[in-house]
């Protein structure tokens, strides 16, 4: 059975940063297609970054230009490094194929506030 675990969030304040890592066990990662995905409160799960399993990546408007996905399929990870947050930003953030979902793991929160 396939589990996607996150972690890695916490509170920062705006402008700070933070990584969250997500490690999949159980799948053939190096083959999917990778996903990071956020919830705040009162809103639908959005699509904030992905990548493909080679690499290439793709972008949400409201996260480009600060926030980077990579991946390590040596270690079945998949990170996501975020800078300049913004109290925006504040939401549950969760990994997942890019389509095709596994079942979702916990998540992590991460909190952008003074």
């Known amino acids: 059975q396939v589990q996607l675990v996150e972690s890695g969030g916490g509170l920062v304040q705006p402008g700070g940063s933070l990584r969250l890592s997500c490690k999949m066990s159980?799948?053939?990662?190096?083959?999917?297609?990778m996903g990071w995905y956020r919830q705040a409160p009162g809103k639908e799960r959005e699509l904030v970054a992905d990548?493909?399993?080679?690499?290439?990546?793709n972008y949400a408007d409201s996260v480009k230009g600060r926030f980077t996905i990579t991946r390590d399929n040596t270690k079945n990870t998949v990170y996501l490094q975020m800078n300049s947050l913004k109290p925006e930003d504040t939401a549950v953030y969760y990994c997942?194929?890019?389509?095709?979902?596994?079942?979702w793991g916990q998540g992590t929160q991460v909190t952008v506030s003074s």
């Open positions: 159980g799948g053939l990662f190096v083959i999917y297609n």
């Open positions: 997942n194929r890019r389509s095709g979902f596994l079942s």
């Open positions: 990548i493909t399993g080679d690499g290439s990546t």
